[in-house]
């Protein structure tokens, strides 16, 4: 909504628009802040399991925001859909497996994410089978079909995870104030699996990359300085042609659509 906001600024005169940027903006910050610190911390986490005491040492094994965050990266995701952390500074020599380990430290991040995205998923579904009469979540549930709330690319979810009453409050909620509870949620999942999907691209010095130097046995070979200099040109890329979002959004959808199918049935819907 930001960078709608820049590529459109006549918008700054629609003060519903601003409303909403606002809101949105206090339900981002807190999710992006959450979601980029447990990332880092599994990264040292991981890495001091396998042997490695570096992390710990620096003070990077912690689940103190200010160890991880980097300005940059936080404001591209604000901006962008997409961003970065502090790098978790590792040393392989000490891992009690150098493939197995170099793996697993590289896979951890993602991996956290996703549990997050599943946990954040899980906790939605609870939200509004406590919100919505048992009644009206029926109706609305086979006449939409069961993902109407929770798919990132249903009306629903779209509509519920937006500051408008008019539009989705058409029957009485059992719990009104589980709904902003409910859009944080809806936010702190989008965002967890866009920063999995993000770093599962095999650019350096993304997860991805790493992922791929570790199947393919470590023939990749990138200067480091030229590793910190793609990132910039990747989020021109993206500003000009929109291609990494694009990629996000069908990925999670898929990868979101499989969670529920899994999810939804324990709920009994």
């Not at 997050?116 to 048992?134: D, E, N």
């Not at 393919?216 to 929109?242: C, E, H, V, Y």
Request: contains cysteine; glycine residues 6%.
């Amino acid at each position: 909504m930001l960078l709608q906001l820049l590529t459109h600024p006549q918008l700054l005169s629609d003060s519903r628009f601003l409303l909403s940027l606002l809101v949105e903006i206090c339900y981002f910050i807190p999710a992006m802040i959450v979601a980029l610190t447990l990332h880092e911390c599994a990264h040292a986490y991981v890495a001091f399991r396998c042997g490695d005491p570096t992390a710990k040492m620096l003070g990077r094994m912690s689940l103190n925001p200010g160890a991880h965050l980097d300005l940059r990266g936080s404001l591209c995701l604000l901006l962008f859909g997409f961003g970065w952390a502090k790098p978790v500074p590792v040393n392989p020599r000490n891992y009690k497996s150098f493939k197995r380990d170099e793996f697993f430290v590289s896979f951890a991040g993602i991996a956290a994410n996703l549990i997050q995205f599943l946990l954040a998923t899980a906790l939605g579904i609870v939200c509004v089978r406590l919100m919505i009469p048992k009644e009206t979540l029926n109706q609305i549930t086979n006449e939409f079909g069961s993902r109407f709330f929770f798919g990132f690319d249903e009306l629903g979810y779209r509509v519920f995870n937006t500051d408008r009453p008019g539009d989705y409050l058409l029957f009485a909620l059992e719990y009104p104030w589980l709904q902003y509870v409910y859009r944080f949620l809806c936010v702190y999942a989008e965002l967890n699996m866009t920063l999995a999907l993000f770093n599962l691209l095999p650019i350096p010095p993304l997860d991805g990359y790493h992922i791929l130097n570790d199947i393919i046995g470590g023939r990749l070979r990138i200067p480091q300085k030229f590793m910190q200099a793609l990132l910039p040109i990747l989020i021109a890329l993206n500003f000009a042609t929109g291609w990494i979002g694009t990629y996000i959004h069908t990925c999670s959808v898929w990868v979101q659509s499989c969670a529920l199918r899994l999810l939804l049935p324990l709920f009994g819907l």
